[in-house]
């Protein structure tokens, strides 16, 4: 068994930065992909970075030169910087891993292994 644990979230302006953390624990190896994707309130559950088993990272356009994916292997931690944030309201990041599918695929809902998300909420 997986566990992912999302932290970082919180209220910000827009232009402003936060950092999320995604820890992964128990049965944890290298193969695993992962990725982050966010929800609106009312909205479907979109990708919006992720990191693929060789290294390999992506961005969605939407947040292209504003988000940056990276990933700790030694400590087992996605982040997840997000710069000149856009007031674009309340949503949850979630953070998500499989050994199977890969990750970059904005749709991939359909992934192995899911955190419980955490809040991010960007006002005007």
């Known amino acids: 068994q997986v566990q992912l644990q999302e932290s970082g979230g919180g209220s910000v302006q827009a232009g402003g930065s936060l950092r999320l953390s995604c820890a992964a624990s128990?049965?944890?190896?290298?193969?695993?992909?992962m990725a982050w994707f966010r929800q609106a309130p009312g909205k479907g559950r979109e990708g919006v970075a992720a990191v693929e088993r060789d290294g390999t990272t992506t961005v969605v356009n939407s947040v292209k030169g504003r988000f940056t994916i990276s990933k700790d292997s030694a400590k087992n931690i996605l982040y997840l910087e997000m710069n000149r944030l856009k007031p674009e309201g309340p949503a949850t990041y979630y953070c998500a891993a499989d050994r199977h599918w890969r990750c970059g695929n904005p749709s991939a809902t359909y992934l192995e292994v899911w955190g419980q998300g955490t809040q991010v909420n960007v006002s005007s």
């Open positions: 128990g049965s944890w190896t290298m193969t695993y992909c």
